[in-house]
């Protein structure tokens, strides 16, 4: 009985020394650096994302300044910022001539590894994400990505994401990372041709829903007073079409596809203008009806008195 409640005791205070020291153990954990390559058109960037307690009292404007002398040795820094998180900070580059070739399709990047992670300590865990357009197939140094411990979760949005997760100076071994890639033009094509059929989609959701609006009212004048909410109750389903069609923008893949594909300005007007014909449409259409009911109906009017 006494050896029992003693080892009971043996194992209370080995619990006791142990909790600080797994305490401690936890608060050195250290998180990674991120760093994320964004190539998914004419807005390219980099992003890094750095906990405060690896500044080592060093100030987030020279820790900018560090990073933007190793990035301007390879490529065009346009603009630069930082802004702080509550344990992290995020610097953020605006790359202008990232591509070594963007044409017909045909895209073509080289990443020097020392440029882009030189500035961290070798051993420093890092994880490094790269964003690229879902209509865009890439390879690195001609293989898969798998073959250099890329990962790629699936995700919903326009982007098609690249993961690796290791340290500093595994990168550094691979040195430059030369990264092909091509948009599937067949699939942009499909793609843009249903982009584009949300107008003509539009046109006769309007067109139906604005003369049954108009029928509604001539057959019933009294509804007059109610024609306010009426006219926005028709014009709900013309509206979620406009929000399908920006959905299906996002999802499909189009809105980074355009900006690769595309020199800037023309991307824009591809990726803006379907949208903003579907959304003209609707004043178009229930404008038009609301003159031709207040027309029909005081004409209506004057015959009844004469």
Known sequence: MKRSVLTLILFFLVAISMYPMTAIAKTIVKNPVEVDICIIGSDNHFVYKIPKQLHNNMQYNEMKNDIEA??????????????????????????????????????????????????????????????????????????????????????????????????????????????????????????????????????????????????RIIQHPENMHQFRKLNYLYQLIPLLIVIAQIAFLVM??????????????????????????????????FVATENEISKELHDKTLGSNM
């Open 70 to 215: 190793s990035l301007a040795s390879h490529w065009k820094v346009e603009s630069a910022h930082f802004e702080t998180k509550q344990s992290d900070v995020f610097y953020t580059f605006f790359i202008g001539d990232l591509f070594q070739e963007k044409q017909d399709g045909q895209l073509k990047l080289s990443i020097p590894y020392r440029t882009l992670v030189g500035m961290f300590s070798e051993d420093e865990a890092i994880q490094l994400r790269i964003m690229a357009s879902k209509l865009a197939n890439w390879q690195v140094n001609a293989k898969e990505w798998s073959t250099f411990g890329f990962d790629q979760p699936l995700t919903f949005l326009s982007e098609r994401e690249y993961i690796y997760n290791g340290a500093v100076n595994e990168l550094l071994q691979q040195r430059v990372a030369h990264f092909d890639g091509a948009i599937a033009k067949q699939q942009m094509i499909l793609r843009s041709i249903m982009y584009f059929s949300f107008i003509i989609v539009q046109i006769f959701t309007c067109l139906i829903l604005s003369k049954r609006l108009k029928k």
């Open 252 to 285: 499909s893949g189009l809105l980074t596809a355009f900006g690769l594909f595309f020199s800037p300005g023309i991307d824009l007007l591809f990726i803006v203008g379907p949208i903003l014909v579907s959304i003209i449409l609707l004043p178009i259409f």
